[in-house]
């Protein structure tokens, strides 16, 4: 069902020994941590029975989600084939294998016909190429009544109603524009970070 092998069309934002060096520090990490255990809370209370998870890098969100929700299945995607490996021995480790995998994709590049109750991608929505195309694609892989969230670093937009460059995350005007046609959106922003959830309907 999955291809694990082909490349992402993404250039990847982490090189091995980057990758391993953020893996290292996320799984560390008190700011991480805690954007973890709001995602784990937000998504176990949704209580999917298959989740798709974008830009997952080591695996940490996944497996503390498959942890609370032992019989849900998780595919996980990455456009880094160091983070692939990294959170596919973290699930191996946690005996999550095999209805928890990581394979090589990112949002525009996923290779699997599957339809999903839940799909979500946590602090790298900011990397995608073109994220309105893709969540007008990604729409179209939830099963009636879906769920897609984004989690993001929340950037206050500066006094001349432009978005500050450089900044990992997104801002306002940019939650604004986002829109998947048949479904409410709803967004909540909370310490820094924003949840923008899409309900289809």
Known sequence: MYNQNEPSKEKEEFGPLLARIYAFFASKSG??????????????????????????????????????LPDTRILCVDPSTTMTKIANRRFEKLSLTPRVKCILGDSSNIKTEELFDLIYTSLSFHHWSDGKRDLLELGKKLVPNGTLIIYENFIPDNGNNKKVKHQHGIGLR???????????????????LVTVKFSKI
């Open 31 to 68: 700011k991480h941590r805690l954007v973890y255990s709001r995602i784990t809370e937000d998504v176990t209370s949704l209580h999917p029975s298959s989740i798709l998870e974008i830009g997952s890098g080591p695996g940490i969100a996944a497996a503390m989600i498959a942890g609370k």
């Open 174 to 192: 940019d939650i604004e524009s986002f829109e998947i046609p048949g479904f409410v959106k709803n967004h909540t922003i909370y310490d820094g």
